[in-house]
């Protein structure tokens, strides 16, 4: 038996990543960092009020990129709901206790000092 006949070919698995896709997330990627590269090194040294608002968009913007991260290269996009729910629902129940514990440690430090 050659290698060939022990391939396992599964239809439309995959189909739509192809390597102009993968140039065109790349793109996005790239300019979602563009973006918080001119947040961090043009806007904010300016106007130093901005912070507050600086550092959501900066979590909000790499949320987005992990997103893109995730659904095409982790190729999650393409799988099963279910498996999909099973990976992402935990992850977005870390990210709220991320939250809490980050605006609850600020309350504590507001506290002492």
Do not use: C
Request: hydrophobic share 55%; glycine share 6%; proline share 4%.
């Amino acid at each position: 038996m050659s290698a060939e006949s022990h391939e396992v070919h599964h239809d439309g698995e995959h189909e739509g990543m192809t390597k102009k896709k993968i140039w065109q997330i790349a793109l996005v990627l790239s300019i979602i960092t563009g973006i918080e590269f001119i947040i961090a090194l043009v806007i904010v040294p300016g106007h130093p009020d901005y912070l507050r608002i600086a550092n959501p968009v900066y979590i909000l913007l790499t949320l987005l990129k992990a997103f893109f991260i995730v659904a095409y290269f982790m190729h999650l996009k393409f799988e099963k709901v279910g498996l999909a729910l099973a990976i992402i629902v935990p992850i977005l129940f870390i990210i709220g206790l991320i939250l809490v514990l980050t605006n609850e440690s600020h309350h504590w430090i507001t506290l002492r000092g």
